[in-house]
């Protein structure tokens, strides 16, 4: 692995309703109406070495790389094939087209590539997908990618991040983590975990709620821990001042993403 330094940056951090929700006028919707801070798009993160690698490509894929100024795409990672994840794959159609002339390489367990073979047909001459498999470990720019499984149904991954100085799991879906995954996330500086519900989690077996997700952080006793993938209104709403105040009881280590928060790894 280099020392060029990385950067991860939040590109969305909500889960697949974002915040506000069309449809939806509860506190944490109202307050993400008036303070762009609090409004979340789909999740998914930028890593930028040398190069732009993208870990999930959520529908808002064009606004968020317009609002990081972002050019370039080299690659791409995919969790899962959940619309959330891969519903901004399609913009990479008339990059490839028009300016890079060089397929984008797509990394992704079997079934999320089928699921985006069947549904994005029109792009093979924009993709060229590389099949992963469990625990199968990948250097892009600098940076270890290991697919560990996510309890989030089909072949849906986490991944490890590694670079020189950086150890970082990314958990945008999943719910209690299987044995063997956790058997990575020991010594993890980063840990950047789902925490979808509020109060009761209504799909424990592929989400974490708030508080399940603070108990996983504090069992990996990871050294920052970040909150991902939230709704913010589900099944109680909570609004981002009010969960700020709830994680300042642990003093520093746990922290809500937000879409556009970039760290150094
Ligand atoms: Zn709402
Ligand atoms: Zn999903
Ligand atoms: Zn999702």
Request: a negative charge.
């Amino acid at each position: 692995m280099s020392k060029t330094t990385h950067t991860l940056t939040f590109l969305g951090t909500g889960a697949s309703c974002g915040v506000p929700s069309f449809y939806c006028g509860c506190k944490a919707c109202d307050e993400a109406r008036i303070d762009l801070r609090a409004a979340r798009d789909c999740s998914d993160l930028l890593i930028r070495g040398e190069q732009n690698t993208l870990v999930d490509a959520a529908p808002e894929l064009r606004l968020q790389l317009i609002r990081e100024q972002v050019d370039c795409i080299d690659q791409v990672v995919v969790t899962h094939g959940h619309f959330d994840h891969i519903g901004g794959i399609p913009q990479l159609e008339y990059y490839v087209k028009l300016k890079s002339g060089a397929l984008v390489p797509v990394y992704a367990g079997q079934q999320t590539l089928a699921t985006m073979s069947q549904q994005f047909g029109f792009m093979t001459d924009s993709l060229a997908f590389n099949q992963l498999v469990a625990y199968q470990t990948i250097e892009l720019d600098g940076v270890c990618y290991t697919a560990l499984p996510a309890a989030h149904g089909g072949d849906a991954f986490g991944f490890l991040i590694q670079t020189a100085q950086t150890m970082a799991a990314y958990f945008p879906d999943t719910g209690q983590l299987p044995a063997a995954t956790l058997g990575y996330l020991e010594d993890l500086d980063i840990l950047i975990i789902d925490a979808t519900f509020n109060a009761r989690n209504w799909m424990p077996h592929s989400h974490h709620n708030i508080d399940e997700a603070i108990e996983l952080s504090r069992s990996l006793q990871a050294k920052r821990t970040y909150l991902t993938h939230l709704s913010m209104h589900y099944d109680e709403p909570i609004t981002l001042r009010e969960l700020e105040q709830k994680l300042s009881a642990y003093e520093g280590t746990i922290h809500v993403a937000h879409d556009g928060l970039t760290i150094e790894i």
